[in-house]
């Protein structure tokens, strides 16, 4: 990766962000958020998106040269979970198991 964003690690990143979704199938890692409102559920399952592909990203070599778009989109989420100190810990352990659960299935 280089210190600049191609148009395909653009692509890349995005692809990379909805295959994080794609991990929480219930027949995958079954991310279900129990006993939070369904703003705050959208909200962490965004962070866990973006916060995989993130890591997926550095994996890869992916440049992924944060945007001012993507910077406010995250704020919206985290200002979603405001009343969750934990959120930013809790949407990172997720995104570390969906990366490795990926990484798993790469030799299969």
Do not use: M
């Not at 148009?7 to 129990?34: M, Q």
């Amino acid at each position: 990766g280089s210190s600049t964003s191609t148009s395909e690690d653009a692509y890349a990143a995005t692809l990379l962000h909805e295959l994080v979704h794609w991990t929480g199938a219930k027949h995958r890692l079954n991310r279900e958020f129990e006993n939070i409102r369904k703003l705050e559920n959208r909200a962490l399952e965004e962070l866990v998106a973006e916060l995989g592909a993130a890591f997926l990203c550095a994996d890869l070599w992916v440049s992924n040269v944060p945007r001012p778009d993507h910077a406010a989109y995250v704020a919206s989420w985290l200002k979603a979970l405001r009343n969750d100190d934990k959120a930013i810990f809790k949407a990172a352990r997720l995104a570390s198991a969906a990366v490795t659960w990926l990484h798993e299935r790469q030799s299969q």
